[in-house]
């Protein structure tokens, strides 16, 4: 009976093999995990494999849904690295020790400490910074000052914001809560949202659209969302304020990636890890989608440039991941949807 | 005996437990939560959000079935008993929104009536006013009605599977007992087709449950957006898991609720009789019925469409790429066709099976192969990944110890596992319309058939087969455009370059770039004119 029981079990496994193609492991590629979609990460693999001759496999999908993947393959993972929008959700990785620290002198000296994981678990690989958008038409930029400002009464019924269900947004809150502390935080979250002239909306595009329609005199938005909508109609009656100039600076976050603790590529995840902090890749990754280099060394496309310099917040964003939970909180507590 | 003479006849018994295991597999990693802290993240829901949550879920729930039902029925049964101007056009052409995702039919909305929308913006130029007083789309009344436009097909096509063989003649039995034809509607026909139309508001109810895109474009705070909070922005898949097995047992008490009402009625309606002579509408009545008709029609499929080409047309030109669009196509529709041959053929089994062996433990096993489709996408994606996860690593170790070969993954990744998931996701899906249908075949059919000596597969053939074509085929083609636009589990299980139109989408519309989501939606709406086609050629003839 048992025999029975293996040999028939043996030929369903040998007939599980047949349709299932066995892939023998190559050497020569690599495969991506990516929140970033396709449009943003193909132009890069693109080049790497031109250059090197090593393949990339990637897919795409929402970050959650991606670490929750990595999870449940765990040690039988595809996955040799993970891309992501944000450094909340490569914190998240790191913390789930999905993934492995990586020493290289490249990376170090292409990436700004601030911009990395303290222990070399995750690296930025471009800067999306979270600013103001005002109307020119209703606001001069003398008014404006900082993120904090916004809660003040004199914005009444004249601030429009995204959701606060996307990263973004609770990141920026994370970091606040790190640099003001929870109690203080609350209470300008609270003065946004009661300075709400609509309630909060889907995502940043349509947040620009409100303001430059004038629903709205004010949003706080990622640049790029605000290059594509003024590369699309340049006449908006939209301009950038850098904000907390003289006190912490413009929130940033990153585009970023790590290379996973199962995979089983690990050499050729460096070099591609590498290949995106690179000169070469520095100007595509960021240029693609409007968003500023990690590598100083670089500049910035020309139409992004001259949105003009600003100072970034130096405080390393491992706090937006480790703060995320209590900024999300914080946000519910203070009714911002 | 059917099948007393056949040996095989002990697997199609199985199916529904088969089924029942395939889909208890991921409810019960999503239900095993329920025994594990979640620490304090229970605690900040009922003090903040969780109030608001349930409010929103109900009135979405009820609004949505109402307005379905509503819509739906009312649709069916002119449809069915009336003549009237342009009948048999909107007869298929009602059908068109089901190919419509919600999240299409939500931004599409928003992109015309919100304030920055030509809509108001038109106005608002004309009127030298700010429209304080135009009604605000993006709130719960706004969602209700995008979800009524694009759900109400299911309760459509499957009222209408009901009146066509049935309406004329209960309104003829309700005149012959003296009563009106709105007292026929109500006494009689409605009665008649409860099975179809319970269980068409009964997939209506799951889908809204279930639902995240559409919400998300409203920002509308329900069960499944407090889900993804949970999970993706607190990093607690614990307390996401129990917030879905909350879902999961409510839906299950609807079903068993549903179904014991049902118990206590018999149907036997078999023949679909010749057809019936219709109820020719007078002038100004029969323009009334056809001007809602095509309001509806127009508001849920041309008005999008339009909208949508419009946006296509402009961004066509930087985004088209011939050679990938058809991949996008053809991964669509090859999945779409695979999982509604696959999963149709296990629910027809499952039912024959169900009907043969009529016990608790049977019906049991239907009830949980249908609840698949009441969990969030995403929830129920991550509940089929873990066991097909954990199954790879023993059969990889298998292979490591037996045959000492190193064969990374072997189900992940693959189409099988992808199939898998979405027969767990759309059973429901197919299960009401077919098991609908075979309520019609009664026991003396059966009997009367084997009295004239035909029996197993002659009797499939010759007389079930004409009986359950209508409802297989409504099935067939539901499946077919559900799969088609599902996102999530098509994300999570998709093998590396199957990039579908709806993963398409997803990418543009995760960006915000709903003119850029355009072009792969009105290919995935075009695409999914060909079941409602076919669909329609099978069952109005």
């Not at chain 1, 100039?245 to 590498?274: C, F, M, P, W, Y």
């Amino acid at each position: 009976m048992l025999s029975q029981i293996k040999s028939h079990f043996s030929i369903a496994f040998f007939f599980l093999l047949s349709i299932v193609a066995v892939c023998p492991v190559h050497a020569e590629e690599v495969v991506v995990y990516s929140a970033r979609i396709e449009q943003l990460i193909k132009p890069m693999f693109d080049a790497f494999t031109k250059e090197t001759g090593i393949k990339v496999k990637y897919t795409t999908d929402n970050e959650g849904a991606l670490l929750a993947r990595l999870e449940a393959e765990g040690k039988n993972t595809p996955a040799d690295m993970l891309i992501t929008a944000d450094a909340g959700n490569l914190w998240a990785a790191s913390q789930a020790g999905l993934l492995k620290p990586v020493k290289s002198g490249v990376l170090e000296s292409n990436i700004p400490a601030h911009l990395r994981d303290p222990a070399n678990e995750w690296f930025g690989l471009s800067i999306r910074a979270r600013t103001l958008i005002y109307n020119t038409k209703k606001v001069k930029p003398e008014e404006l000052s900082t993120y904090e400002d916004l809660a003040d009464p004199k914005w009444r019924k004249r601030l429009c914001l995204r959701t606060s269900k996307k990263v973004y947004n609770q990141s920026l809150v994370a970091m606040m809560i790190a640099e003001h502390g929870e109690a203080k935080t609350e209470e300008i979250v609270k003065g946004w949202v009661a300075n709400l002239a609509t309630d909060p909306l889907s995502d940043d595009t349509r947040a620009l659209e409100f303001v430059a329609a004038g629903k709205c005199d004010v949003t706080i938005v990622n640049t790029y969302y605000f290059g594509r909508l003024m590369s699309k109609d340049p006449k908006l009656p939209l301009a950038v304020f850098w904000p907390n100039q003289n006190d912490g600076g413009v929130h940033v976050n990153i585009s970023g990636a790590g290379v996973t603790r199962h995979g089983r590529h690990e050499a050729a995840a460096i070099k591609l890890l590498e290949f995106l902090s690179s000169d070469k890749a520095q100007n595509l990754f960021a240029d693609v989608n409007m968003e500023y280099p990690v590598n100083p060394k670089i500049t910035a496309d020309p139409f992004v440039a001259a949105w003009g310099e600003f100072k970034q917040n130096p405080m390393n964003l491992a706090k937006a991941g480790e703060l995320q939970t209590a900024a999300v909180k914080l946000m519910d507590r203070a009714g911002y949807r | 005996m059917l099948f007393s003479r056949y040996r095989f006849f002990a697997f199609w018994r199985l199916t529904p437990f088969i089924v029942a295991a395939l889909v208890l597999a991921p409810v019960a990693v999503v239900v095993s939560s329920l025994l594990a802290p979640a620490g304090d993240i229970w605690q900040h829901l009922l003090e903040t959000t969780l109030p608001d949550i349930l409010i929103n879920t109900f009135w979405l729930a009820a609004g949505v079935i109402c307005g379905t039902a509503l819509v739906g029925i009312g649709l069916a049964w002119f449809i069915s008993v009336y003549e009237f101007p342009g009948r048999r056009f909107f007869a298929w052409a009602l059908l068109l929104p089901m190919a419509m995702p919600a999240y299409v039919t939500a931004f599409v909305a928003l992109g015309l009536f919100d304030f920055t929308g030509p809509v108001q913006t038109t106005l608002r130029a004309w009127l030298d006013s700010d429209l304080s007083w135009f009604p605000e789309i993006r709130g719960r009344a706004g969602v209700i009605l995008v979800m009524t436009l694009a759900f109400y097909p299911y309760v459509y096509l499957l009222a209408k599977n009901a009146f066509l063989s049935q309406g004329k003649r209960s309104l003829e039995v309700a005149q012959s007992l003296g009563l009106n034809k709105v007292q026929g509607f109500f006494k009689v026909a409605l009665p008649m087709a409860r099975p179809w139309i319970a269980g068409g508001l009964m997939l209506v109810l799951m889908e809204t449950l279930a639902d995240f895109g559409t919400v998300a474009v409203f920002n509308y705070n329900t069960f499944t957006t407090a889900i993804y909070k949970a999970w993706f922005s607190m990093f607690s898949l614990q307390a996401a898991s129990q917030l879905a097995s909350l879902l999961i047992i409510i839906v299950f008490v609807v079903i068993v609720l549903e179904q014991q009402f049902r118990a206590r009625m018999r149907y036997a309606e078999s023949k679909r009789t010749a057809r019936a002579q219709r109820i020719t509408l007078s002038g100004w009545q029969g323009g009334v019925v056809s001007g809602s008709m095509f309001s509806v029609l127009f508001l849920a499929f041309l008005l999008p469409v339009m909208q949508l080409s419009y946006w296509a047309a402009d961004s066509f030109a930087h985004d088209y790429d011939f050679a990938r669009y058809l991949d996008f196509l053809w991964h669509s529709l090859s999945l779409s066709g695979m999982a509604a041959l696959l999963i149709c053929a296990m629910v027809i089994a499952m039912v024959y099976a169900a009907r043969r062996y009529p016990d608790t433990a049977t019906k049991n096993a239907v009830r949980i192969a249908t609840i698949g489709y009441a969990l969030p996408g995403a929830v129920l994606a991550i509940g089929v990944y873990l066991p097909l996860t954990w199954l790879d690593a023993r059969l990889s170790e298998l292979a490591l110890n037996w045959f000492q070969m190193d064969t990374g993954q072997i189900l992940q990744g693959t189409l099988v596992a992808m199939l898998i998931a979405y027969l767990i996701r759309f059973m429901a899906v197919s299960h009401y319309p077919i098991d609908s249908a075979m309520q019609r075949i009664t026991p003396s059919i059966d009997e009367a058939a084997m009295s004239l000596g035909v029996h197993g597969w002659t009797m499939i053939k010759k007389v079930h087969a004409p009986i359950l074509k209508p409802g297989i085929f409504t099935a067939a083609a539901l499946v077919f455009v559900d799969v088609m636009k599902e996102m999530p589990i098509t994300l999570m299980t998709r093998p590396f370059g199957w990039d579908t139109l709806a993963v398409r989408i997803y990418e543009m519309t995760s960006e915000g770039q709903w003119d850029q989501a355009a072009l792969p939606a009105v290919t995935l709406v075009l695409a999914g004119l060909i079941p409602i086609f076919l669909l329609m050629r099978q069952t109005e003839k």
